[in-house]
């Protein structure tokens, strides 16, 4: 027979059901299929399945994938995933990156198996179906979302999403990011055509002032893309056709959008992405902890908390006890004994902030960092990883603005001496 079923869309989400269902006519009742995973051509895991169904002497079996998917895609605890920049966590410096280890092709090898009636032993039928390559990124979708993922892949000319969830203007074509020009940014999408983005840069009276378009790689599948957009990362961006100075004083905003070019004498732009306009701000270097995270669509986003930072070392340890060293009959003399002492000593570094207030619109995206599996301090020596520790986060209150207030701990503990 055939695979009948594939997972339905393209890309799917490895966080739900990717679905094969493989059926097979046999006169010997099947018993059980042997399925070979392959993901990104490389054989993975092997999954049996008794069936599921038995119709007039065909057998159904149905085979999901997502757990190899989710062990072999990222997060990964001991990589950094692609899209927050480069391998070892550098910043500052141009980014575009194919988010490889957040994109799956994934395809199955079925063979059946039935007990032969005659010596009661497992016997291969003979038969080999393969199903069909298909796609799935690391993006999670709510049960009241839509499955499909299409939407954000950017093939066709309009406003197509990036992967964020950050909120959009009343038109769905602006993408508002306020930024300091200190502070590194990325951001990522499924460009599948197209091939390259554009950057213009305006003064405070919306008059431009420089364009340039720098190229992107062109995966022609599904799989993502991040590109680095904050003012550090494009200060030595190369451009194939125009400049841009994205250090001139002058520029109180810019935008960049992701689309397809052609050379026809002079270089044509065509746009296929939500516009993103970076809005300057004044920068709060003292006070100021910028957070970069995976969001839930598996993209990077980045946020600063800046009203209010607290460092904190916190000290966790146990207490043990033994016997002070008594000479028989005699009581110790030495003051220094120990009867009771640490054990298990650790050592932390643990950051308290506040961050500024936030609307309705605005809690979309920043939820995200609370439970983001991956996030990143940006600091002068890099990306340094930490943990955001469990906390209650206000989506809306009636009638005011809310605060973000939580908790960040270092993800390496300090080293301390030990009893």
Not at 227 to 234: D, E, K, R, S
Not at 329 to 341: H, L, R, W
Request: hydrophobic share 35%.
């Amino acid at each position: 027979m055939a695979i009948t079923v594939t997972p339905p869309y393209t890309p799917n989400s490895i966080y739900r059901p990717n679905v094969f269902i493989a059926s097979q006519a046999s006169a010997n009742p099947l018993v059980l299929c042997k399925a070979e995973v392959y993901v990104d051509g490389t054989l993975e895991a092997t999954i049996q399945r008794a069936p599921f169904l038995e119709f007039a002497g065909i057998y159904y079996f149905s085979i999901d994938v997502s757990s190899v998917l989710r062990n072999k895609k990222a997060p990964l605890s001991s990589n950094l995933t692609t899209i927050f920049g480069n391998s070892i966590g550098a910043i500052g410096v141009p980014a575009g990156n194919t988010n490889t280890d957040c994109h799956a092709d994934v395809f199955i090898i079925v063979t059946y198996f039935y007990r032969d009636p005659t010596t009661g032993l497992l016997t291969d039928l003979g038969v080999t179906d393969n199903s069909i390559t298909t796609e799935a990124i690391i993006a999670t979708r709510q049960t009241r979302d839509n499955m499909d993922l299409a939407p954000y892949v950017m093939g066709t000319p309009g406003f197509n999403p990036w992967l964020s969830n950050r909120p959009l203007d009343s038109s769905g074509q602006f993408e508002y990011i306020d930024i300091c020009e200190t502070e590194n940014y990325y951001h990522t999408c499924i460009p599948y055509t197209s091939n390259c983005f554009e950057v213009n840069t305006y003064d405070i009276n919306g008059t431009p002032i420089d364009t340039g378009l720098a190229a992107i790689p062109v995966p022609s599948d599904t799989r993502p893309v991040t590109i680095g957009l904050g003012v550090p990362n494009l200060t030595a961006q190369p451009y194939f056709d125009g400049a841009v100075n994205i250090l001139d004083p002058n520029i109180a905003y810019y935008r960049v959008r992701v689309g397809f070019a052609t050379f026809a004498g002079v270089w044509f732009f065509s746009g296929r992405s939500v516009l993103l306009q970076f809005n300057l701000g004044e920068c709060c270097e003292d006070r100021a902890f910028r957070l970069h995270f995976m969001n839930r669509l598996g993209g990077a986003e980045a946020y600063t908390f800046n009203s209010r930072k607290v460092v904190e070392e916190v000290n966790k340890s146990e207490v043990a006890q033994k016997p002070q060293t008594w000479n028989f009959a005699t009581a110790t003399t030495n003051v220094f004994d120990k009867g009771k002492f640490k054990i298990q000593n650790t050592n932390l570094t643990q950051y308290r902030l506040e961050g500024k207030f936030y609307d309705e619109s605005e809690a979309e995206y920043i939820k995200d960092l609370l439970s983001s599996p991956e996030v990143y301090w940006e600091t002068s020596d890099g990306l340094v990883a930490v943990v955001v520790l469990d906390a209650v986060f206000t989506k809306s209150e009636t009638e005011t603005f809310t605060k973000l207030e939580l908790t960040v701990v270092e993800a390496n503990d300090n080293s301390v001496q030990q009893m």
